[in-house]
């Protein structure tokens, strides 16, 4: 559990975790939320909204093994009950992490993100290419003439 937490703090010093259930909410409406982490100790309503935000956003909800000080100290604030990763990258290494713990529970949620972050990936390297082109590609009126 100590990677998947240390992983979780590293996605926040990147600035890519929404700590607590306002800013969870936004990124989940906003589909910028990849998936929303949910303490093991959550109290049922708050489990009831963050169902509610995981599938307004289209995003899995995972429990995790910590409670809510875990997370809250690994994140930076007291008593943290729900976090939402927005960057694919560090969302599917998350839960590759939580499947190989646990593979009946996270396998599928695994796969998904991983077809997802891969997709992301080839979007990234078809932009940089593209900006390329525009950098070094010939101008449009630029033909020689002879």
């Given amino acids: 559990m100590d990677h998947i937490l240390s992983m979780i703090g590293l996605a926040r010093k990147a600035g890519r975790v929404e700590v607590g259930e306002e800013p969870t909410g936004a990124a989940a409406r906003a589909k910028k939320a990849r998936i929303i982490l949910l303490a093991c100790d959550a109290a049922p309503s708050t489990r009831r ?8 956003g289209g995003c899995p909800l995972l429990t995790l093994d910590a409670d809510k000080e875990q997370l809250g ?10 976090a939402a990763v927005t960057d694919i990258g560090f969302a599917d290494a998350i839960v590759k992490k939580l499947a190989a713990k646990d593979p009946e529970t996270y396998g599928d949620v695994s796969a998904q993100l991983a077809r997802k972050a891969m997709r992301a990936q080839e979007r990234r ?3 940089a ?5 525009l950098r070094t590609g010939r101008k449009r009126g630029s033909h020689k003439t002879n």
């Fill in 129 to 133: 290419r593209h900006e390329k082109n």
């Fill in 125 to 127: 390297q078809e932009k």
């Fill in 49 to 56: 909204r963050a169902a509610a935000f995981a599938q307004v």
């Fill in 73 to 82: 100290g690994i994140l930076g604030k007291p008593g943290v009950a729900m």
